[in-house]
């Protein structure tokens, strides 16, 4: 009855320890192709990169928790391949691993651009603590910095290279940042917040390619025609899931690995968890891939559920936050449905919260800057609403 979980981010130390909380005394084996414990993500595109923060910090749990709860570690191991039908896993090294169940938690990989010049050592992605430790060195005051993308990651890490005194351009393709993750309002603000701060946009751009000299890329060049002189540049646009092992072995895959409310795939025996699937959302009635801690820790709790036929935890309200300068960006609930806002608070203070509301009025979602009570407000207004 052995369980094996292929990944060991976030999801995956968490579904382990679910499994034990709930009382399995299976052979448990994660395995994970980084050489880290299980971590945290979030905080390598914030406090990572502004300090001198310990693996401890993001670390889920100390290598002796494993231990006394006979949880077999596999590190700087991948997986490359799922027999179902004999119930085994094949790992690169050509070692066979059999299992009873199978729990993905294969996450995500930054999205990249495709161009000539991206896999030189000054053009970085942060997704894991070696990118994150690679960009940090790079942060040096007086370089020049072209972040390439005006998402969440883009931003975090433009407001760190701010912190260390550097020159911060952004590039952005939509006509305005966070584009595809928040309100106008949240991105207006944002904007102006950084702009504040020293950093410079250029909105509407694309991307074209890198002048590249002496092995490195010296300046990105515009679809305006133009070059931005580069030090240093970050490529933050998305994250494609892993979702390669699931289709070679048939498992039914659209937007990420398609999972029902268990965290089941369409095989019976597998499971899977966190940046990787496409999910139900009954607090709106669809299905969608949510790149979140929140998310990620839901589906651990009901894939361990299913596993160890215990209860099925209730649904939750998804939620995501950033952090930028000493800006904290809280947000509850998505806008699926949603037809007005309502801004609440002081803007100019840099305390306030804005509210999707859909045509009865009820809260879809809500973003809230420094204001967390908004936040906690809201949360639970939309877990009431939408319970049952």
Not at 50 to 67: I, T
Not at 113 to 129: A, K, Q, S, Y
Not at 263 to 285: K, M, N, Q, V
Request: charged share 20%.
């Amino acid at each position: 009855m052995s369980i094996l979980i292929i990944g060991a981010g976030h999801a995956g130390g968490a579904v382990a320890a679910n499994l034990r909380q709930l009382g399995s005394d299976a052979p448990i084996t994660i395995i994970g192709d980084e050489p880290y414990l299980p971590y945290q993500r979030p905080p390598l595109s914030k406090a990572w990169l502004k300090s001198d923060v310990v693996f401890a910090a993001v670390g889920l749990r100390p290598q002796s928790y494993y231990e006394q709860r006979g949880i077999t570690l596999r590190l700087d191991a991948r997986a490359s391949s799922i027999d179902r039908g004999a119930h085994t896993i094949t790992l690169a090294s050509g070692e066979t691993l059999g299992y009873r169940t199978l729990i993905l938690a294969t996450g995500a990989r930054a999205r990249r651009l495709g161009l000539v010049g991206e896999d030189l050592p000054n053009v970085h992605v942060l997704r894991t603590i070696a990118d994150a430790d690679h960009i940090k060195a790079a942060l040096v005051a007086g370089r020049r910095l072209v972040v390439i993308g005006g998402g969440y990651i883009g931003l975090e890490v433009a407001a760190s290279a701010r912190l260390k005194g550097m020159d911060v351009l952004v590039v952005e393709r939509e006509a305005r940042l966070l584009a595809r993750v928040a309100s106008p309002p949240i991105s207006a603000f944002m904007q102006s917040f950084h702009e504040r701060q020293g950093v410079r946009f250029q909105l509407e751009t694309g991307v074209t390619g890198f002048d590249v000299r002496d092995g490195r890329v010296a300046g990105v060049q515009l679809s305006s025609g133009e070059t931005a002189a580069a030090d240093m540049v970050l490529v933050g646009v998305g994250a494609v899931p892993n979702t390669e092992l699931a289709q070679a072995a048939g498992i039914t895959c659209s937007n990420g690995i398609a999972v029902d409310l268990e965290a089941r795939t369409s095989d019976p025996d597998i499971f899977a968890i966190g940046d990787c699937t496409e999910r139900p959302l009954l607090h709106y009635s669809c299905r969608a891939r949510l790149e979140s801690v929140a998310s990620a820790l839901e589906q651990a709790r009901q894939a361990a559920a299913a596993i160890c036929g215990g209860k099925a935890p209730a649904p939750e309200v998804p939620w995501f936050w950033s952090d930028q300068y000493d800006l904290k960006l809280q947000i509850a609930g998505l806008p699926i449905g949603a037809t007005r806002i309502d801004v609440r608070g002081d803007m100019e203070q840099g305390k306030f919260a804005v509210a999707h509301l859909d045509g009865e009025g009820r809260l879809c979602a809500v973003e809230a800057v420094n204001a967390p009570a908004e936040y906690m407000a809201g949360r639970a207004t939309i877990g009431k609403q939408r319970a049952g």
